[in-house]
């Protein structure tokens, strides 16, 4: 599978050397600060021989033969500009910032690209910002790169712009990122659902170590380590929640009346249980166990309704199901948690409410859905 990282990473090349003149245009929109008596402004009556012999010192006939073979603009005057001005003191001023940029991690490829797309880098005077300067360039550098290898894969453009514009460390990564990236995919997560990426920022932020500790919880808590994967493959955050987090929601739900052997089941069905508060699992567990009468068995085998809005889903279903036995509409016992929670709007209101002939009926069904009615 690491095969499809270098894979990747060639692609990313061929694209970089592909889009260079692209790149190029892009920037020299970009507006730099400098000296008007250091750069010449568009509209002003200047050669660029002229410019080259009296700003930089170079000879008139080295500069005329630069001048036709090279289609010098701005950015390559400021680039020549910062570089001749301080030739003079190389060794105090410029030899020291690319010494700090060396030290950062860059290489002699990476600092040409930078020194070229860049080169107000050069003027910055204090090392500190200089380093965060590159710091922040070379993270942009690696979540481009990152994204591209990410597209390659065959990540879907709707996940990518997410990770375009997020701070997320495992999107700035490098090493850890391909390390990250190596795991996922050999763990069979498909490159095209948004898991693999919930699964590529879980693995990233968790250690070897931290991730077997994880797993070490769940068996003393009486899961297989092959359930603790197939779960993680359901919900990949799965394995972000803390050995307190875990033990408090086993407690709560133990504590309503679970068993244990219930309570597995609701974790490989509805992972993101462990993760409910337990002001949340008891607010809910009431409502629909002590007002509905729901039985927990009914709750055990749909534990999705532990992660349903009690304003939004649950009291207001609820509520048309409770007008409806109260008229004795219902006839058989109370329906299923399933069937009333787990379908859309849409398909409620057609099951519950728009089903019926009468519209006095249909209208009062709505404006308990809706608390102030709604149409039909």
């Known amino acids: 599978m690491y095969t499809l990282i270098l894979h990747g990473r060639r692609v990313i090349e061929l694209l970089k050397r592909r889009n260079l003149r692209i790149s190029l245009t892009l920037l020299q929109n ?30 008139k006939k080295l500069a005329d033969s630069l001048s036709k073979k090279v289609n010098f603009d701005e950015r390559v005057i400021l ?10 003191d190389a060794d105090e001023s410029l030899a020291p910032k690319l010494k700090l940029l060396q030290n950062r991690g860059a290489s002699t490829s990476e600092l040409t690209e930078v020194l070229s797309k860049v080169p107000k880098i ?105 359930d603790v994967w197939k779960i993680f493959k359901k919900h ?51 409502f629909l166990v002590e007002k509905m009468k729901w039985p927990l068995k009914s709750l055990a085998l749909f534990p999705h309704v532990f992660g349903c809005s009690m304003e939004k889903r649950i009291v207001p279903r609820c509520e048309v199901i409770k007008a409806l036995m109260s008229k004795g509409l219902i006839r058989s016992e109370l329906p299923s948690v399933s069937s009333v929670l787990a379908c ?20 009062e069904l709505m404006a308990i859905f809706t608390k102030d009615g709604g149409d039909l």
């Open 122 to 226: 050069l003027r910055i005077k204090k090392d500190k910002a200089l380093g965060r300067y590159y710091d922040f360039g070379s993270k942009q550098e690696n979540k481009i790169r990152n994204v591209l290898v990410l597209r390659d894969l065959g990540v879907p453009q709707r996940l990518l712009f997410p990770l375009l514009i997020s701070r997320s460390a495992h999107v700035c990564g490098k090493e850890r990122f391909e390390e990250s990236l190596k795991k996922v995919i050999e763990m069979g997560f498909d490159p095209r659902t948004p898991k693999f990426v919930k699964a590529l920022h879980t693995v990233y932020e968790l250690s070897d170590k931290t991730i077997e500790e994880k797993v070490d919880v769940y068996k003393r808590l009486g899961f297989a380590v092959g």
């Open 344 to 363: 859309t709007d849409y398909m409620f209101l057609i099951k519950y409410v728009r089903k019926h002939d009468d519209k006095e009926l249909k209208a």
């Open 30 to 59: 970009t507006s730099f600060s400098s000296s008007p008596d250091v750069i010449p402004r568009k509209g002003q009556n200047f050669t660029v021989s002229s410019y080259l012999v009296d700003s930089l010192g170079l000879t």
């Open 79 to 88: 680039i020549l500009s910062c570089l001749f001005s301080e030739a003079m």
């Open 236 to 286: 990949p955050s799965f394995l972000k929640f803390s050995e307190k987090n875990i033990s408090n929601s086993m407690d709560t739900f133990l504590g309503l009346g679970f068993s244990r052997v219930e309570l597995a089941g609701m974790v490989r069905r509805f992972p993101q249980c462990i993760g409910l508060s337990a002001e949340t699992v008891k607010k809910k567990n009431e």
